[in-house]
């Protein structure tokens, strides 16, 4: 299994509230990835990584932050907490090989906004 | 705007049936993956198709990538229980993927 950690796993927060979660590697991978998951929408990308410091936007990080100082930590923040935001996170790690870019999951973070 | 189509959503069959799941796409891909999700864990990579035509075997479940790479299927023969979860595929030329919206397979005993 590949060492992905997420930190917290379950959080219930109230609006306006700031929130950031934490995905933890062990693998070293260079590429680094935010989902959420919502029933009917699949997962959906919000932000993803390609290197320290290197980060770009997915198709719903409006109202998302990331940051990634160091490789094997990736933090999403959630700036202002919204009931909209209630869904549950996913963190994925992939290096590429040739042109395939096969991701390994965390475990996954329900976030809860009231 | 690349997009993955599942088929069908649901499926729910009896332990011992046959069933297939569509992947289906207008656009090119150059490799296709399917992963494996289960309550409350995250998704789990079955396997990747690179090459158009390609067949992949992986026990009882059989991986196709069409000739065009547009599209790929899912094929599992005599489901058992531990089949239940949810399907997702996803293909992508770069760093990032698109994913299906998935198909949940539910098999009773």
């Known amino acids: 299994d590949a060492g992905i950690t997420q930190s917290p796993r379950h959080k219930v927060t109230e609006t306006g509230t700031p929130v950031t979660l934490r995905c933890h590697q062990t693998?070293?991978?260079?590429?680094m990835y935010w989902y959420r998951q919502d029933p009917g929408h699949g997962l959906r990308l919000i932000h993803y990584s390609y290197g320290v410091k290197d980060t770009d936007k997915g198709e719903v990080s409006d109202g998302y932050s990331v940051s990634r100082s160091k490789t094997e930590d990736f933090l999403l923040t959630l700036e202002s907490a919204t009931s909209s935001q209630t869904s549950v996170y996913f963190c994925a790690i992939s290096e590429s090989a040739g042109n395939t870019y096969e991701q390994y999951f965390g475990p996954g973070t329900r976030l809860t906004v009231t | 705007t690349q997009l993955l189509e599942q088929s069908p959503q649901f499926l729910s069959i009896q332990e011992g049936e046959n069933l297939t799941v569509y992947c289906n796409s207008s656009s090119v891909f150059s490799s296709l993956q399917w992963y494996r999700q289960e309550p409350g864990e995250g998704p789990v990579l079955l396997v990747t198709?690179?090459?158009?035509?390609e067949v992949k075997k992986l026990k009882r479940l059989t991986f196709q990538f069409g000739d065009a790479r547009k599209d790929s299927s899912l094929h599992i023969t005599a489901a058992q229980p531990g089949d239940t979860g949810l399907y997702l595929c996803a293909g992508g030329d770069t760093g990032k993927l698109i994913f299906g919206q998935g198909t949940t397979l539910q098999v009773k005993p």
């Open positions: 693998e070293n991978h260079r590429y």
């Open positions: 198709v690179v090459t158009g035509g």
